[in-house]
């Protein structure tokens, strides 16, 4: 009769490792990506806290025999184990003289996190190293999988393995495989060192280096990314190959040298770092020297410097600085920073300070629009305080806006003025769910100090105090129903809103335009109090809006329509324009406004929303979007824009837009992935963008191929001349490659794809299911 035995001795050290990263699919699906060992793999165990106990081994045989002090022999179903640890075999000898132990027969080293399977195993517990021949090993819920002609474990548990390979791929269909004289994996620093190391893809060597390094966890480690491939019309041949410095655990650097072929050698650097806990920072520097593609091959760069964070509870800071050599930096060249359709460069400067009440900051700014003649203020510096008292004195609310604002200018033709500002308001609100009413009154309370205003185009005013009240009543009441269509009960609301505005006139024709615009009058903005943004104009204003929403939702409570309409009713006409030689419209409405949302069947969406003028019975603005959204990456979405050049009837500005496009993304097998869209000015009769992107991904390594056709937004340069024959148009070929594993996880999925473009995907209009 067999029997079982157990035997406790002091064996092995400590095997420990750390998985590579690796993205995870579910394991239903047909390329499978979590490699399975043999066997099933032990979880892991904490660590003990008695070390002596941490190095016991017990031994379980079937049959065991030998002589105290001497030799011990066990065979049939040996298993060992340790602390988290397990050796399986078929039979095992230890030599407590020559303090050794011997294994082999179907053995299989086991802990939580890698699986071993050897002909056999030798192991010298004076010395704590462990050998075990033709192993073949698997990182427990991982990718990564290999084999070696023998694998070590050193004393200071560190694997080392001779004559070996490694590949993420699937067993049995290695795409790729990585074989190497030595490898050696540090668990601690979670680093792989590999000597000789040769790539093979599809059975084909393709790579060959003498040393290299590799992660086995998501830990950084300094080397070359993997290389970036495309070709344009503009730029030529194009080839870019990242290098990654891990300077310490709080900074790191790429440096990215970018081959043109028609303009030359463009290299690109980012620095990141991180300033304690709760602040973090980044540096771009971008240079192209002797620009080919330019008449005076002038030199191209770009700086760009970000900070943002908290310094404790109350304080937080922001700081960003960006500038270019010239106005088609980003129209020509690949930046890292900003895309080809950014033609402002924003400079800002926040230190701001908040409690519960009260908050204050301090701000600089300066604005550079890339292609303009004409430069916005500077903001050098602004002080606002923000105070907040609610029910303060019998359910009234108390709200304090201030500023104190210098605004400077580069242009000699330019006045520029000081601006204090303070806006006091008492608000009476009741909430309920039958609806809401607000109250309000409020002063505008502005004094400029203006200076050199013989500079300025218009006649203004060295000083100016204005004061102007506002009286502002809003409300809103809500009803619901329950109905059915189709068969399925629905609960419908319908939401009548109103509100009365009226704000004093004051001639402000004296003061000049510092940072002030129009604003749009969509649905929502039907309900501003304010006609302008920023503070050099507050228009006049004797109104009433209103408006009516209603929505339906399912017995999940979720969206399914929504529809909203209003317009404003003028009792007077509005005496104040952005301008002093701009009209003033005679007008008794304002453009009817209307939006709406809507889930028609399953996975259908229609968004569209239209401003009406309803004097002129013109279309001033609309837009609308059909999505079809099956299920995660699969998506068709069909829109339409239109803006006539009547949207700004009173200014010499120009808009025409009427623009149709499709958007579409799309699984074509369980690996291929398609993005494209095409978009069609129909007032130009041409396509403005054409973009195509086919995507391959599986466990082990992934491909993009993408073709680009777009239309190129081009600006006068007058210190950086470009060739007159400037394209309108560029076309462009990319080609991006990865081979996960080796450092890389490469393009995963395709929402950076839908992002790659000019016109980015955007979801239908408001949509809030």
């Known amino acids: 009769m067999l029997k079982r035995y157990l035997v406790t001795l002091c064996l092995l050290p400590t095997v420990t490792t750390v998985a590579a990263t690796a993205p995870q699919t579910d394991a239903d699906s047909a390329d499978q990506c979590i490699i399975t060992p043999p066997v099933p793999p032990l979880s892991k165990q904490s660590k003990t806290g008695n070390k002596d106990l941490s190095q016991l081994i017990k031994i379980k045989s079937n049959q065991s025999n030998g002589t105290l002090g001497d030799k011990a022999t066990f065979s049939g179903n040996v298993t060992f184990t340790q602390n988290g640890r397990q050796v399986t075999a078929d039979q095992a000898v230890v030599d407590q003289q020559k303090q050794k132990f011997e294994a082999d027969g179907q053995l299989v080293f086991q802990d939580g996190v890698v699986t071993v399977t050897a002909n056999s195993l030798n192991a010298q517990m004076g010395s704590r190293v462990a050998t075990l021949d033709n192993a073949q090993y698997w990182l427990n819920g991982q990718q990564l999988h290999g084999s070696a002609e023998q694998m070590e474990i050193t004393k200071d548990n560190k694997l080392v393995l001779k004559d070996s390979n490694f590949s993420t791929c699937p067993i049995g269909d290695e795409s790729w495989l990585l074989k190497a004289r030595r490898i050696k994996i540090d668990p601690e620093e979670e680093w792989g060192e590999i000597w000789d190391a040769k790539l093979e893809i599809g059975n084909v060597p393709v790579f060959y280096m003498p040393y290299m390094t590799v992660p086995i966890s998501g830990k950084r480690k300094t080397g070359f990314l993997f290389p970036r491939i495309s070709s344009s019309t503009t730029n030529g041949f194009e080839f870019a190959a990242p290098f990654y410095w891990n300077i310490a655990p709080e900074y790191d650097l790429t440096f990215t040298p970018d081959y043109m072929s028609s303009r030359g050698l463009f290299t690109k650097t980012e620095f990141r770092y991180l300033a304690g806990d709760r602040q973090f920072g980044q540096m771009n520097l971008e240079y192209l020297g002797n620009d080919s593609m330019l008449e005076n091959h002038a030199d191209r760069w770009m ?13 937080r800071v922001l700081a960003n600085f960006i500038d270019v050599s010239d106005n088609n930096y980003f129209n020509d060249l690949n930046s890292d920073v900003n895309r080809s359709t950014d033609n402002q460069l924003s400079r800002v400067g926040d230190i701001s300070y908040f409690t519960e009440f009260w908050n204050f900051s301090a701000r600089v700014q300066d604005i550079k629009v890339l292609g303009e003649d004409i430069s916005p203020y500077q903001v050098m510096p602004q002080l606002s305080f923000n105070y907040r008292s609610p029910g303060f004195w019998n359910k009234f609310d108390f709200n304090l ?17 000081t601006r204090l500002h303070v806006e006091p308001s008492v608000s009476l609100p009741f909430q309920g769910p039958a609806g809401s009413l607000t109250s309000e009154v409020k002063l505008y309370q502005t004094y400029y100090v203006q200076r050199d205003v013989q500079r300025a185009d218009v006649l203004l005013d060295d000083n100016v105090s204005r004061s102007i009240p506002e009286v502002r009543v809003n409300g809103q009441i809500n009803f619901e129903r329950f109905s059915n269509f189709f068969d399925t009960q629905y609960r419908q609301t319908l939401e009548p809103q109103f509100q009365y505005l009226y704000v004093g006139h004051r001639d402000q024709s004296n003061i000049g335009i510092y940072d002030t615009a129009e604003l749009q009058q969509d649905y929502i903005g039907l309900f501003r109090d304010r006609r302008f943004s920023g503070l050099d104009r507050i228009a006049d204003a004797n109104q009433l809006t209103l408006g009516l929403t209603t929505r339906v939702f399912d017995e999940h409570n979720v969206e399914q329509f929504r529809f909203s309409l209003g317009q404003i009713a003028y009792f007077e006409n509005s005496q104040v324009s952005l301008y002093s030689d701009q009209l003033t419209e005679d007008t008794s409405t304002s453009v009817l406004a209307a939006e709406t949302d809507i889930n028609l069947y399953d996975d259908w969406f229609i968004s569209g929303a239209i401003q009406y003028d309803t004097k002129y019975h013109d279309n001033k603005k609309s837009e609308v979007t059909l999505d079809y959204r099956p ?38 097998t369980d690996n291929v992935y398609f993005v494209g869209n095409y978009y069609y000015d129909l007032n130009e009769d041409r396509s403005v963008e054409t973009y195509t992107g086919f995507q391959y991904e599986s466990c082990c390594w992934a491909v993009r191929l993408a073709y680009h056709y777009h239309i190129k937004t081009n600006y006068e340069d007058n210190y950086n001349p470009v060739l007159d024959n400037r394209e309108l148009f560029e076309t462009s070929f990319m080609l991006n490659f990865v081979i996960k594993g080796l450092g890389g996880s490469g393009p995963l999925g395709v929402s950076d794809m839908l992002d790659d473009g000019i016109f980015s995907y955007r979801k239908p209009l408001y949509l809030r299911n």
């Not at 806006?401 to 003025?417: K, M, P, Q």
Request: hydrophobic share 30%; net charge negative; proline share 4%.
């Open 303 to 315: 700086v760009n410097y970000r900070h943002q964070g908290a310094i404790d509870e109350n304080w």
């Open 401 to 417: 806006y201030s500023e104190l604002t210098n605004f400077e200018h580069r242009g000699n033709s330019y006045n520029t003025a």
């Open 631 to 668: 299920g995660p990456n699969k998506l068709v979405q069909l829109s339409y824009r239109y803006v006539p050049d009547l949207v700004n009837r009173n200014t010499n500005d120009q808009v025409d837009i009427s623009q149709a496009g499709i958007r579409t993304a799309w699984p074509l």
